[in-house]
């Protein structure tokens, strides 16, 4: 049974640059969370897809944008990056048939900002 | 909106005693209360969760207990081991079917040998 997964590891962008991170939820899974957790803090949450719409979304500024697709993998797009903008970006999946509030994280991408 | 304060920030026990993490939250519509454990590098571990309709849940080592007429839950670890050392994460959220959790700041858990 797949979990959730997550690419890159890592990446380093410079400053004014667009990324561009992907999620692949576990299986059987239909719901995907993006979460970033700075250095030494809990997770704060981006937003939340389902059937390709964004359904949620936290206290993050339009640079942060994402996608699901028909596969029920995500996209997490960060435009313009600012120094402030490194951290740890976690996905989470989820089944809304299932038990839709217990999230299953992967192991993260770590972005740098130079 | 939802806020979860978490104490203590770090925490030191000897291997064999017991620890506990205590969490707060404001929003008295949350409803589900999970626990995370994250080692240093690796993912957040979903390590037990409780719903509002319950006020105790153990497994094994592990129980978490709710009040929530003063909104607080926390996490007793029992006979802690050294394999118990990481960051423990409280979280809370309301289930509306799409939901999202909002997380305490951690508590770093030593267990000393």
């Known amino acids: 049974d797949a979990g959730v997964t997550q690419s890159p590891t890592h990446l380093i962008k410079t400053r004014g640059q667009q990324v561009t991170l992907r999620c692949s939820p576990k299986?059987?899974?239909?719901?995907v969370s993006w979460y970033q957790q700075a250095l030494g803090q809990g997770p704060q949450f981006i937003f939340q897809?389902?059937?390709?719409?964004?359904?949620q979304r936290g206290n993050f500024p339009d640079r942060f944008s994402g996608h699901q697709f028909p596969n029920y993998s995500s996209e997490l797009n960060v435009n313009a990056l600012l120094l402030g903008d490194s951290a740890l970006y976690l996905c989470?999946?989820?089944?809304?048939?299932?038990?839709?509030?217990?999230?299953?994280f992967g192991p993260g991408t770590r972005l740098t900002v130079l | 909106g939802e806020n979860v304060e978490q104490h203590p920030s770090t925490l030191s026990v000897q291997e064999g005693d017991s620890a506990v993490i205590k969490c707060t939250y404001s929003?008295?519509?949350?409803?589900?209360f999970p626990w995370y454990k994250q080692e240093l590098g690796k993912r957040p571990q979903l390590i037990i969760d409780?719903?509002?309709?319950?006020g105790e849940k153990k497994d094994q080592r592990i129980a978490v207990t709710l009040n929530k007429t003063a909104k607080h839950f926390s996490l007793h670890i029992t006979e802690t081991q050294p394999e118990d050392s990481a960051v423990y994460f409280c979280?809370?959220?309301?289930?509306?079917?799409?939901?999202?959790?909002?997380f305490g700041t951690g508590t770093r858990l030593l267990v000393s040998p």
């Open positions: 989470a999946s989820s089944s809304i048939g299932g038990s839709p509030d217990t999230q299953y």
């Open positions: 299986s059987g899974h239909d719901t």
């Open positions: 897809y389902y059937e390709e719409e964004e359904r």
């Open positions: 929003d008295s519509a949350s409803n589900y």
């Open positions: 409780i719903r509002s309709n319950v």
């Open positions: 979280a809370a959220s309301i289930n509306t079917g799409f939901q999202k959790l909002v």
